[in-house]
C-alpha cells in the first residue's frame, strides 16, 4: 500500500538565520510532522540546513548528486554527467558529453598541464558541497 498524499496547513517564522515551524490540525501521530515541528533549523551560507535539535545537516541533493563528475579547469567547475553502459561494458547511445568542458579541454596544451585528483575532506574543503564526491583538477602550467 502507498502513502497517500496530504495537504498540511504549515506556517514558518524566519528570524535572522533560523527557521522555526508551526502546523495546526496535524497528525501528531505522524512521525516526519512531528520530527518537523520540534526541530529548529539553522541556514547556513553553503546551502545547509542545520537541526539544532535533532543534530541533523541537510543539503540539497543536487549538490551532491553522484550523476556528475565534477571537473575544475584553470579554476572554472564543469560538471559532466556520469557515462552509463548498456550492461556488456559499452556506452550508451544516449550519452551526451558536455561541450563546453570539451572544448575547453581541447585548448589545453597536454604536454603542459597538470591533473590532480581530490577526495574526501581535501575535496569538501576546496570545492564545498558539489566536491564531495571528488574533482578532477585539470591545470596549465605556466
Known amino acids: 500500500m502507498f502513502p497517500q498524499k496530504r495537504e498540511f ?3 514558518y517564522r524566519v528570524s535572522q538565520d533560523t527557521i522555526t515551524f508551526k502546523g495546526e490540525d496535524m497528525d ?3 512521525r516526519t510532522i512531528e520530527r518537523l515541528l520540534n526541530s529548529k533549523f539553522v541556514m ?10 535533532s543534530g541533523f545537516t541537510y543539503v540539497d541533493s543536487e549538490l551532491i548528486s553522484d550523476k556528475y563528475d565534477i ?8 560538471k559532466q554527467k556520469r557515462t552509463k553502459t548498456d550492461g556488456y561494458g559499452l556506452v550508451r547511445k544516449d550519452f551526451r558529453p ?16 597538470k ?3 581530490l577526495r574526501g575532506k581535501e575535496a ?17 602550467m605556466k
Do not use: Q
Not at 571537473?71 to 564543469?78: C, N
Open 9 to 11: 496547513n504549515l506556517t
Open 28 to 30: 501528531l501521530n505522524n
Open 44 to 53: 547556513t551560507g553553503d546551502r545547509k540546513i542545520f537541526d539544532v535539535v
Open 71 to 78: 571537473y575544475s579547469v584553470d579554476g572554472k567547475i564543469y
Open 98 to 113: 558536455n561541450k563546453r568542458l570539451k572544448k575547453r579541454v581541447k585548448k589545453i596544451d597536454l604536454d603542459n598541464c
Open 115 to 117: 591533473i590532480n585528483v
Open 124 to 140: 569538501y574543503d576546496k570545492y564545498g558541497l558539489i566536491g564531495m564526491n571528488g574533482v578532477i583538477e585539470i591545470s596549465e
